[in-house]
């Protein structure tokens, strides 16, 4: 999984392609530190459009990440989402946890 | 004497109680690692077990539908549509009960190798930091018989200069916290050691339980793949035998009990494919934990890696002890004594 960070105004965008899986546990660890470095009140947005699967433990760590942003008073939002990952997203109620935005 | 080498000391002592509390939290996350690995492995446990009983209810009821239909009999068809719809609804909640427990244990176990990550950093940070305290205890060392060299050097040129007892208080303050440190040296030896070996022992007993919960896990999720595979060839018996009664239906004028045959073939299809999909994510959900195992320790032996870090730095603190042993004693602060 890749991923590539930018920022403008109040808002970050994290664009992410590949498949989102375990192992990527070291590299997401390391972007929540840089997401902790954000402004509080920072909107971030996980753009999942080029995302080709998910599996339980990205969405282990899509939860994580929005506890943080809650921690901070930002808002996070995951966006684009394609087939498979919303299929995930769905069957694991992810909506109920995370704003997604089709 | 200058001000870094009366610093120095001080500066020694600082150093040593921040890595003394360094190494009391690693230990203690190391501790906390342990135990949020077996609660993840148990949570994971029950999810699958929640899977298998899903899949067995609609199995159940799959069957009992088909038999139902076999004889058919007007009233007792739809009553046994209203029980279909209860458990239907009861697996809807179920499904929605174990979507929830599903997120929770993917969180636990994400947070555990995050908090892995802290602690071979904090590993790390603490070896580091005991490096430094090496190099700036040996130059506590050489600054101090320096200064015993200089002292003996003004006396022999001068016998009354007064610097030269200065130098000497300094050089006998130095070797007096060196003793000091000496003494909280050997405390945090033993320290490191109590708790090396607690953390081993601790270590050989959860190892055994993360061995059978991996074991119990393959079995369930094994179960929980053949009654996925039986649902389905249920689902293909119901629709065989509704199609077969589509003919007597039609015979009997019931139009509305086309209807209701089709919503509860769509509501038992919906069912099964949802079950389906828990199992996909019970499946992924069993073999991150394995990952997730993987990373922590297997063996007694890959624990003791883990600890031994600790008793390197350990190891290293019994270096500065032997060093110290061999330090010559502080100066006596009379000004017309002979430097050792």
Redesign the interface.
Known sequence: MLYHMRTKDKMTTIAMSGRFTYTDHAGFHTLLGRIKDLPDGTDVVFDLSRVEFADSAALGMLVIANDLSQQKNQTLTIRHPREQVCMAFEIAAMSTLLKIEA | MTASATNTPLTLLNDFAGLSTMHRQTVGNLTNTMDMVATAQRNTMEVSSKCRQLADSVVRHGRHSCEVLRDFDMITYEGEQVRMRDITSQAEALV?DM??E??V???????M??KV?DVNKMLETAQQAVQQLQAIHWQTRMLTLSAKAASATLLELEPDNRLSSQIDEVASEMGATISTLEASLTGMNTYLGEHAEKLASMAAIDIDEYIRARAQIAQLNGRLQSHAGQSRSMLDMLQQTITHQQSAIERLSMPDATSVQATSVAQVNHMIA?MA??A??GG??E??CE??VSITPTSPLDLLERVNLSIDIRNRLAELLVDNTTLPQPANANPMSQAV
């Open positions: 929605g979507a929830d599903i997120i244990v993917a969180r636990d176990m994400m947070q190798v995050f990550h949802a999909a828990m996909d994510i992924m959900l073999k991150n990952n997730v």
